[in-house]
T-cell receptor, first 112, second 111 residues
Framework: DVKVTQSSRYLVKRTGEKVFLECVQD?????MFWYRQDPGLGLRLIYF???????EKGDIPEGYSVSREKKERFSLILESASTNQTSMYLC???????????FGSGTRLTVV | DQQVKQNSPSLSVQEGRISILNCDYTNSMFDYFLWYKKYPAEGPTFLISISSIKDKNEDGRFTVFLNKSAKHLSLHIVPSQPGDSAVYFCAAKAGGFKTIFGAGTRLFVKA
């Protein structure tokens, strides 16, 4: 069964901490994405990557960075966590040929 | 500025009846539309899609209709089942692979 795996389901971090969210896919997909989901706002794209070591800013990249050193792994980094980054974070992947995304189960991050 | 809008936050339907979820978009460059379904504590799962060259796509109980002139699409679920209760996200692409999502509509199917 093909999968996108996010390393943590729940995280609680303190304001100012550096936070790493990890995502791994086993489908050999070229494209990977990080979204955050907030009530009333839907899913908003933070960053995406279409190849190893390549990254592009999404609609809300401020306060975040990403790393893609290997094809299967895409990491989201919160350089200095703030309370307004409390959210559900969703990782997704897709093949370069297009079609729908495969999502991970999400990481609910709370910044206190 | 939301390019993909789902104006109904929630919808309640009786089991066996039709569920109609609506979505409007503003970007005329969108050429591919998708619906995703999300259960609590799970990631969204792809449900059905439609290309802008078509006006209808059907997959079992699920049908998506596209009205390009009105920049409107809808998802019909017939008959609705309690297991269909979930949040449904409308999404759109303008070429490439970057997808824009709506805010979602929570569907309740009552037994």
């Amino acid at each position: 069964d093909v999968k996108v795996t996010q390393s943590s389901r729940y995280l609680v971090k303190r304001t100012g901490e550096k936070v790493f969210l990890e995502c791994v896919q086993d489908m050999d997909h070229e494209n990977m994405f990080w979204y955050r989901q907030d009530p009333g706002l839907g899913l908003r794209l933070i960053y995406f990557s279409y190849d190893v070591k390549m990254k592009e800013k999404g609609d809300i990249p401020e306060g975040y960075s990403v790393s893609r050193e290997k094809k299967e792994r895409f990491s989201l980094i919160l350089e200095s966590a703030s309370t307004n980054q409390t959210s559900m974070y969703l990782c997704a992947s897709s093949p370069s040929t297009g079609g729908g995304y495969t999502f991970g189960s999400g990481t609910r991050l709370t910044v206190v | 500025d939301q390019q993909v809008k789902q104006n109904s936050p929630s919808l309640s339907v009786q089991e066996g009846r039709i569920s109609i979820l609506n979505c409007d978009y503003t970007n005329s460059m969108f050429d591919y539309f998708l619906w995703y379904k999300k259960y609590p504590a799970e990631g969204p799962t792809f449900l059905i899609s439609i290309s802008s060259i078509k006006d209808k796509n059907e997959d079992g109980r699920f049908t998506v209709f596209l009205n390009k002139s009105a920049k409107h699409l809808s998802l019909h679920i017939v008959p609705s089942q309690p297991g269909d209760s979930a949040v449904y996200f409308c999404a759109a692409k303008a070429g490439g692979f970057k997808t824009i999502f709506g805010a979602g509509t929570r569907l309740f199917v009552k037994a």
